[in-house]
């Protein structure tokens, strides 16, 4: 996977040279974002890979050794995990959740209550599948989602604080306690669901997440730089993050220096725990853009990438017709859901050049990844700045990525 001239990947040169400096000027010299890292790669092979700003305050600039925390970006790879075990015969998409993960056997649904009442419940029209789990259609939430009492629920026991006292199982335990928004398969809310996902492998796999990933995805690969915790050796290259404060502009979120991410999780999460590179997470698209192989190692079969990719959202709809979310790293027009990504249904509905059949997703920190199968064509973009939705960012590269296609 070598870099080649951009022109024989089927790039204008001079296009192509205008996206760094649109990052620049745009996002860096504003003082909107601390850095920019941009990598794009065509038939796996990288036609461009630029770095920019510092990776920490004062500091050097960021380089491709640099590490990020890739958030949501876990959710991809714990699919892939996950569809592994499918592969093996050990779990099936329609297995019903509570088959592995016992506390969840009776959730019900909110049917009234919450804040100072009980919750009141009602039975869900349907269990809870793994394909649920996947394409965020099982009743689960977010605590951020500041939409509803089960949310505001999720905060107060600190469900989804990957640093705070509880673990894997005891989330789950906790989750079961509540109730889910709706009845499975009946909307889509972003959640978590793929933290979910991670303690069903941990059961099957009988280890933990961490070992998974790194025994069957991670040292296959070669990403010696995607972790749950930065390595002592490492955190020299870990960056700076931050974060929007009303009122103040960028704050520090999180110093690189003395990073949560240098500490070991309490709660292994699947759903958005990893710190990586840019050319480790280049290595996991090419892996998928090459249906499920790269450099003669397989992942998984040809056919599983194929149906995780395709629309598995009920009646084939959309986003836009049954998202209940206030928040998701996906825009809702003409974007289907698959098996741990976002799918490009209708390339007119959203507004933006692109291929039906693209997949993505992106982290609360503004990375994201795409990856079209139809110009075989992938990209990696790596910042450090919460919340992912507040400048349009991605779109524009999208657009200045597929306008520099010769």
Known sequence: MAERDPADAGFDDEALARIPAFIKSRYLDTGLLPHAQLLIARNGRIAH?????????????????????????????????????????????????????????????????????????????????????????????????????????????????????????????????????????????????????????????????????????????????????????????????YALAPGKGRVMYDRGETSAWLKPPTQLSGGGGL??????????????????????????GRKTIELMTMNHLPGKSDLATLSRSLFSEAANAGTGFGLGFAVNQDVAKTMIPGSAGEYYWGGMFSTAFFIDPVERLHMVFMTQFSPSNTYPIRRELKTLIYSALA
């Open 49 to 241: 890979f630029s770095h920019q700003g510092p990776a920490r305050e004062e500091g050097a600039k960021i380089d491709k050794s640099s590490l990020f925390r890739i958030a949501s970006m876990t959710k991809p790879i714990t699919s892939i995990a996950f569809m592994q075990l499918v592969e093996r015969g050990k779990v099936a998409l329609d297995t019903p959740v509570h088959r592995v993960l016992p506390e969840l056997e009776h959730v019900g649904v909110y049917d009234g209550g919450g804040g100072s009442a009980p919750f009141m419940t009602k039975r869900p029209a349907q269990p809870m599948r793994m394909i649920d789990l996947l394409r965020h259609t099982s009743g689960l939430t977010y605590s951020f989602q500041n939409r509803s009492n089960i949310d505001a629920a999720y905060r107060a026991k600190k469900l989804d604080d990957w640093f705070g006292d509880l673990t894997l199982d005891e989330m789950v335990a906790e989750l079961g306690k509540l109730p889910l928004e709706f009845s499975p398969g009946e909307a889509w809310n972003y959640s978590v669901s793929t933290d979910v996902l991670g303690a069903v492998i941990q059961r099957l796999a009988d280890k933990p997440l961490d070992e998974v990933f790194r025994e069957n995805i991670l040292a296959p690969l070669g990403m010696d730089d995607t972790f749950f915790q930065v390595p002592a050796e490492k955190a020299h290259r870990l960056t700076d993050c």
């Open 275 to 300: 710190v990586s590179t840019a050319l480790d997470y280049h290595r996991f698209c090419a892996m998928c853009l090459n249906g499920g192989t790269l450099d003669g190692t397989r992942i998984v």
